[in-house]
């Protein structure tokens, strides 16, 4: 008796262990809804506007991507100004919470 009640222990504490395990592995960080990329894609769409109407800089070479309203800019410019110049202008676009700038100098 006491065996089947220290195997059904041991039995419970693996399956606890396990769950509590594979839950830490989950990808729902990574997962968006629906509206959060329809959302992100709409960001993508006016920073690009904001981009393509720019007086001071015209950016042919420089990618925008956005996840939950963080927007990745890369690719490259010609000088540092331009670099910032770009991030500049997706900040000003309404409802960008951050800007990645991973954009690079030619050289």
């Not at 959060?36 to 894609?41: A, G, L």
Request: proline share 2%.
């Amino acid at each position: 008796m006491k065996r089947i009640r220290m195997t059904f222990v041991a039995a419970a504490v693996a399956v606890l262990v396990s769950h509590l395990l594979l839950t830490g592995c989950s990808r729902e960080s990574a997962e968006r809804s629906a509206a959060e990329q329809q959302e992100d894609q709409k960001l993508v769409e006016q920073v690009k506007a904001t981009f393509a109407t720019s007086n001071s800089f015209k950016f042919p070479d420089v990618q925008v991507a956005a996840f939950r309203k963080t927007v990745q800019l890369s690719g490259f410019v010609i000088s540092n100004d331009q670099k910032q110049a770009a991030e500049d202008l997706a900040k000003s676009v309404p409802g960008v919470q951050a800007v990645e700038n991973k954009i690079s100098e030619k050289r």
